[in-house]
């Protein structure tokens, strides 16, 4: 079984080489099998492996909040029909929740229509950091790598890649998007709901809370077509398998509490996983039933020298990229090591950028 090497688990280029914008690859394999252990027995699925939705359709075809969701809601003092209606866009510092067990996201039938899709950003698009921003010891990092250009996926993504797709969500700083992998869930095997993506995607961390609004677009804009055409392309084309909302969301304990916008630290932690729930509903089927695969996580992924390569995809959105179009890297990783203490993080030298 060969490692999902999340290329999203890490975050994009937060280094020294953040400029050439190596995909990193975390290997933090004790407190990733604590993380996705825990994922595999959480999600809501039943014994057969139906997903039970958080949030369900009522035969009119109107999301139903189940009492569960609303009563956590009221214990933070949320009023679910007003957070349907904008009260999630209170940002406020003291109201945002941002402990591990505070994860709410009921989902908001419509709001990820395809304009909000293609309007929405990655969140490191602008971010730099320079050798000052890593301190400390950096344990074993090795050369900076050649860059590998990034290669475009054929069409349609599906046919490639089923398992690739994009996190959206929202921030205090507007509408955000990541990509994620369909992972394998040990619990429900061939029945998984589980997405494997970026904590920075999921959480602020040390300065902020759990984000918002967070829905997996699988094989999103399979036909890949130009934002140009986007513009007129029907939902169909721009999410063939429908949108998937989180109903449950864990990151490490490491970003939440060391996590930041710029520099190194919490970088070997920046990952998080997702169980989700179609929005449409999916006639019975798990996420992994729908797009047709999922990756496995391996905790026992080797050392980098015995590793012969690894592939990252995503949708890169800073230039020259758009964001619209699935692009991958393949090649034999390196080590990068930002805290001595910290896990050794894979690397490669892929042109794409944040995504």
């Not at 089923?162 to 969500?169: D, E, I, M, T």
Request: include cysteine; aromatic fraction near 8%; charged fraction near 25%.
């Amino acid at each position: 079984m060969r490692s999902i090497r999340p290329p999203f688990a890490a975050r994009r280029g937060r280094s020294a080489r953040r400029r050439t914008s190596p995909v990193l690859a975390a290997v933090g394999l004790a407190t990733a099998l604590a993380l996705t252990a825990t994922a595999c027995d959480s999600g809501s699925d039943t014994a057969s492996g139906e997903p039970t939705a958080s949030a369900s359709q009522a035969g009119d075809g109107k999301i139903q909040i189940p009492d569960d969701i609303k009563n956590k809601l009221k214990e933070h003092g949320i009023d679910v029909d007003k957070w349907k209606d904008g009260a999630w866009k209170n940002w406020d510092k003291d109201e945002w929740l941002r402990q591990a067990d505070d994860f709410i996201n009921p989902i908001i039938k419509g709001l990820w229509d395809p304009d909000r899709m293609r309007g929405a950003d990655d969140p490191d698009k602008n971010k730099g950091v320079d050798d000052n921003d890593l301190t400390g010891d950096q344990g074993v990092t090795d050369p900076e790598p050649a860059p590998v250009t990034a290669q475009a996926v054929k069409t349609s993504y599906h046919a490639s890649v089923p398992v690739a797709g994009k996190v959206f969500f929202d921030a205090p700083e507007g509408t955000m998007v990541c990509s994620a992998t369909v992972v394998e869930d040990p619990a429900h095997p061939g029945k998984s709901n589980l997405v494997w993506t970026a904590g920075h995607c999921v959480h602020a961390g040390k300065k902020g809370g759990w984000y918002r609004n967070i829905a997996f677009v699988p094989s999103y804009n399979d036909q890949g077509r130009t934002e140009a055409q986007l513009e007129s392309a029907p939902r169909e084309e721009v999410a063939p398998y429908g949108v998937w909302w989180s109903d449950w969301a864990q990151t490490s304990d490491q970003w939440i509490e060391q996590g930041g916008s710029t520099g190194g630290q919490g970088a070997s932690y920046d990952y998080a996983v997702l169980h989700v729930t179609p929005e449409k509903g999916s006639g019975g089927k798990s996420l992994e039933e729908t797009v047709g695969s999922a990756l496995p996580v391996n905790f026992n992924a080797p050392a980098v020298p015995k590793v012969s390569s690894i592939t990252a995809t995503g949708y890169p959105a800073a230039a020259p990229f758009d964001g619209q179009k699935l692009y991958q890297c393949t090649d034999r990783p390196g080590r990068l090591s930002v805290a001595k203490a910290d896990p050794t993080m894979y690397r490669i030298g892929c042109t794409m950028t944040g995504g």
